[in-house]
């Protein structure tokens, strides 16, 4: 095979590394580390938004924000060690957690334990790598989170982790049996004597951060695809696995760092930050014009990956230890939180610049990254058309995820109970993005909660369609698919997060909004559908107004903004988290045009706090009945349903 070490050499034995080492290993290890490292950071954003919910966000977020630094224990771990020390702690350690994880499920503990030795990971990642190109690191990284992106699918993008039995326990040793060998292989050779390395050499491996900040917020969230481009989950995948195809095909065509300059790295760092920009965040365009920029951004995001990571994988050249290279690694996985937890906590209080300037930010960042190490020497692959369309063909293989998704649709254990003409059983209910009080992410439970009531509909707050507070599942959908229920969305803190309507009912008729705010906090809408019932419609509307106690003002404003867009039709429901309890002046000002479901006016808590914040009110020529409250902690709110009567 051709290949060089600052240049390209064709023709006889090659003296340089080659782009695939002896055997597959070194890519299987660094590939399934990848995949894992993913795993564990969507598993522990639920955990993490629970821990602040408890302890408050802004003392989270430091915790949160503390242990991302970990990776900074890699050069003591190396110190003391060695190579190989390092290479157990951080990669034998995550496989170790994942295994630990899957038997007992996902726990705060594990969350921070897991978290801690994924950022040493990264560090450990470059020491597997060490002799390869940058474009075999960044392929064998684009294919680990292929693969794990096609075993999401095939769970409906709700992670095996979180989940018992056969198949998530066999998705499960896949990676961890895989990764196990390919570690005992790496370790079985020996280490590869590392070069000297300048700073600037070490700020190239920072670049994984931002990468796999991408990737899990956008490029390979299929959940995102779907939500912000209106996609069926089945035709985001294949979105999200045609840039994996293109990226994979791109590297191994032996274009991708060839004579890059800085300043073109730059150019294509600012269009992956601009494109990230535009369609992730509270300001984001949604449409099909996602589709462009999320199978470009895949291109770009690799190349800019495989270009940075060339100067820190060099087998020679002068300069200081190569700890400075953990330290630039350690940095990146610090820039994983510098992206990932403000855009989270986003969700929860304001930031002072729009929360679009986060993905933004990770675009930039991997460009300017690439741009320092650009000019620094490495291993270069030469040509080979053929080998890009092997690994471009090989992405079809990752639609096996779409397939089973597609045919395997899980069982719909109750049907909706059989009303009488012109009477509807609703349901409303602030499922807290599919995450019980315990902080595990369940939405089966969510599921068996609404089946106990038999709606044929259901009023969705708080619902999560790939934002970071479910771990980038797509819980609308996984709620559709299990009930057996048309899913109605309505974004409104960004595309990820808002409201949603299920029913089983026929659609007329549906739209959506949002609430206009003055700040960059979190912005609150509503979804609405005109619904078929026997021989005449029935129009329901899912909200969620602000939260706080303070914010009653902004509450009125809301109100007012949601009655105006109503503008008086006739047989309406409208239900939600109003975050406002019996007697204050928002419930007052819904009750001059429409009238509460709970006979009486009174009627229990409906959160397990103790609050009467979750209400449902109906216009005149509606009447309601069997008005009930549950009792599950299946969200950090109980589901109120009533029966609607339509008058003639």
Same mark, same amino acid.
């Given at each position: /095979?051709?290949?060089?070490?600052?240049?390209?050499?064709?023709?006889?034995?090659?003296?340089?590394?080659?782009?695939?080492?002896?055997?597959?290993?070194?890519?299987?290890?660094?590939?399934?580390?990848?995949?894992?490292?993913?795993?564990?950071?969507?598993? @522990?954003?639920?955990?993490?938004?629970?821990?602040?919910?408890?302890?408050?966000?802004?003392?989270?977020?430091?915790?949160?924000?503390?242990?991302?630094?970990?990776?900074?224990?890699?050069?003591?771990?190396?110190?003391?060690?060695?190579?190989?020390?390092?290479?157990? +702690?951080?990669?034998?350690?995550?496989?170790?957690?994942?295994?630990?994880?899957?038997?007992?499920?996902? %726990?705060?503990?594990?969350?921070?334990?897991?978290?801690?030795?994924? /950022?040493?990971?990264?560090?450990?990642?470059?020491?597997?790598?060490?002799?390869? *190109?940058?474009?075999?690191?960044?392929?064998?990284?684009?294919?680990?989170?292929?693969?794990?992106?096609?075993?999401?699918?095939?769970?409906?993008?709700?992670?095996? &982790?979180?989940?018992?039995?056969? /198949?998530?326990?066999?998705?499960?040793?896949?990676?961890?049996?895989?990764?196990?060998?390919?570690?005992?292989?790496?370790?079985? *050779?020996?280490?590869?004597?590392?070069?000297?390395?300048?700073?600037?050499?070490?700020?190239?491996?920072?670049?994984?951060?931002?990468?796999?900040?991408?990737?899990?917020?956008?490029?390979?969230?299929?959940?995102?695809?779907?939500?912000?481009?209106?996609?069926? #989950?089945?035709?985001? %995948?294949?979105?999200?696995?045609?840039?994996?195809?293109?990226?994979?095909?791109? #590297?191994?065509?032996?274009?991708?760092?060839?004579?890059?300059?800085?300043?073109?790295?730059?150019?294509?760092?600012?269009?992956?930050?601009?494109?990230?920009?535009?369609?992730?965040?509270?300001?984001?365009?949604?449409?099909?014009?996602?589709?462009? &920029?999320?199978?470009?951004?895949?291109?770009?995001?690799?190349?800019?990956?495989?270009?940075?990571?060339?100067?820190?994988?060099?087998?020679?050249?002068?300069?200081?230890?190569?700890?400075?290279?953990?330290?630039?690694?350690?940095?990146?996985?610090?820039?994983?939180?510098?992206?990932?937890?403000?855009?989270?906590? *986003?969700?929860?209080?304001?930031?002072?610049?729009?929360?679009?300037?986060?993905?933004?930010?990770?675009?930039?960042?991997?460009?300017?990254?690439?741009?320092?190490?650009?000019?620094?020497?490495?291993?270069?692959?030469?040509?080979?058309?053929?080998?890009?369309?092997?690994?471009?063909?090989?992405?079809?293989?990752?639609?096996?995820?779409?397939?089973?998704?597609?045919?395997?649709?899980?069982? +719909?254990?109750?049907?909706?109970?059989?009303?009488?003409?012109?009477?509807?059983?609703?349901? @409303?209910?602030?499922?807290?993005?599919?995450?019980?009080?315990?902080?595990?992410?369940?939405?089966?439970?969510?599921?068996?909660?609404?089946?106990?009531?038999?709606?044929?509909?259901?009023?969705?707050?708080?619902?999560?369609?790939? @934002?970071?507070?479910?771990?980038?599942?797509? !819980?609308?959908?996984?709620? *559709?698919?299990?009930?057996?229920?048309?899913?109605?969305?309505?974004?409104?803190?960004?595309?990820?997060?808002?409201?949603?309507?299920?029913?089983?009912?026929?659609?007329?008729?549906?739209?959506?909004?949002?609430?206009?705010?003055?700040?960059?906090?979190?912005?609150?809408?509503? &979804?609405?559908?005109?619904?078929?019932?026997?021989?005449?419609? #029935?129009?329901?509307?899912?909200?969620?107004?602000?939260?706080?106690?303070?914010?009653?003002?902004?509450? !009125?404003?809301?109100?007012?903004?949601?009655?105006?867009?109503?503008?008086?039709?006739?047989?309406?429901?409208?239900?939600?988290?109003?975050?406002?309890?019996?007697?204050?002046?928002?419930?007052?000002? /819904?009750?001059?045009?429409?009238?509460?479901?709970?006979?009486?006016?009174?009627?229990?808590?409906?959160?397990?706090?103790?609050?009467?914040?979750?209400?449902?009110?109906?216009?005149?020529?509606?009447?309601?009945?069997?008005?009930?409250?549950?009792?599950?902690?299946?969200?950090? %709110?109980?589901?109120?349903?009533?029966?609607?009567?339509?008058?003639?």
């Amino acid at each position: /095979m051709a290949s060089t070490q600052v240049g390209t050499q064709t023709g006889g034995p090659a003296s340089g590394p080659s782009i695939v080492p002896q055997g597959p290993a070194r890519l299987v290890l660094i590939a399934v580390t990848v995949a894992v490292l993913a795993q564990t950071l969507r598993f @522990s954003l639920p955990q993490l938004n629970h821990f602040g919910d408890t302890a408050g966000a802004v003392p989270a977020a430091f915790a949160v924000l503390a242990v991302y630094l970990a990776g900074f224990a890699a050069p003591l771990i190396r110190r003391l060690g060695g190579p190989r020390a390092l290479l157990l +702690t951080g990669v034998g350690g995550l496989f170790l957690v994942r295994l630990v994880v899957q038997a007992t499920g996902p %726990h705060l503990w594990l969350t921070f334990l897991g978290t801690a030795i994924g /950022m040493i990971a990264v560090a450990a990642l470059y020491e597997a790598a060490r002799g390869l *190109s940058g474009v075999g690191f960044a392929t064998a990284a684009v294919a680990g989170l292929a693969a794990d992106t096609a075993v999401r699918m095939a769970f409906a993008t709700w992670d095996p &982790v979180w989940r018992s039995g056969i /198949m998530p326990w066999t998705a499960c040793l896949v990676f961890v049996v895989l990764g196990a060998l390919a570690l005992y292989r790496e370790l079985s *050779s020996g280490p590869v004597a590392a070069p000297g390395l300048t700073w600037r050499d070490a700020l190239g491996g920072a670049a994984v951060g931002p990468f796999l900040a991408l990737q899990i917020l956008v490029l390979s969230s299929p959940a995102f695809v779907a939500s912000s481009g209106w996609l069926s #989950l089945t035709a985001s %995948h294949i979105v999200v696995a045609t840039g994996q195809g293109l990226a994979l095909a791109f #590297l191994a065509s032996g274009l991708a760092v060839r004579a890059v300059p800085g300043g073109v790295c730059v150019l294509g760092g600012t269009l992956l930050g601009v494109g990230a920009g535009t369609i992730a965040g509270t300001y984001a365009v949604s449409g099909v014009e996602i589709v462009p &920029v999320v199978v470009v951004g895949q291109v770009l995001a690799a190349w800019l990956l495989a270009v940075a990571c060339r100067a820190p994988l060099r087998r020679a050249g002068t300069g200081g230890p190569v700890w400075r290279l953990d330290a630039g690694a350690a940095l990146g996985g610090f820039l994983i939180a510098v992206v990932l937890v403000p855009y989270q906590l *986003s969700a929860i209080e304001p930031l002072p610049v729009p929360n679009n300037l986060l993905p933004g930010l990770a675009g930039i960042l991997l460009g300017a990254l690439a741009a320092i190490a650009a000019a620094r020497g490495g291993p270069l692959p030469a040509r080979a058309p053929l080998r890009a369309l092997t690994a471009g063909a090989a992405a079809l293989v990752l639609l096996l995820g779409t397939l089973l998704f597609t045919v395997a649709a899980p069982e +719909t254990r109750a049907r909706p109970a059989a009303a009488a003409p012109g009477q509807v059983r609703i349901v @409303s209910y602030n499922i807290h993005d599919g995450v019980d009080t315990s902080g595990r992410l369940d939405p089966e439970a969510i599921a068996r909660t609404i089946e106990a009531q038999r709606p044929q509909v259901v009023l969705l707050q708080e619902t999560s369609r790939g @934002s970071l507070m479910s771990g980038t599942t797509d !819980v609308g959908v996984w709620l *559709s698919r299990r009930l057996g229920m048309k899913l109605l969305w309505g974004p409104a803190a960004d595309g990820q997060f808002g409201n949603a309507i299920l029913t089983t009912l026929p659609v007329r008729k549906s739209g959506t909004g949002r609430m206009p705010r003055g700040d960059w906090s979190q912005i609150r809408g509503y &979804v609405w559908a005109r619904l078929g019932v026997g021989d005449t419609t #029935l129009d329901v509307w899912s909200t969620h107004l602000e939260g706080g106690a303070d914010d009653g003002p902004e509450r !009125v404003r809301e109100v007012a903004a949601l009655l105006r867009a109503w503008g008086g039709a006739p047989r309406t429901v409208i239900g939600g988290d109003f975050n406002a309890g019996p007697g204050s002046p928002e419930i007052g000002r /819904m009750g001059t045009e429409l009238h509460n479901a709970a006979i009486g006016g009174d009627f229990g808590p409906t959160t397990p706090g103790g609050e009467r914040i979750d209400w449902i009110f109906g216009t005149d020529d509606v009447r309601f009945s069997d008005f009930r409250i549950g009792d599950s902690r299946a969200s950090d %709110h109980f589901p109120i349903a009533v029966t609607a009567t339509i008058g003639r």
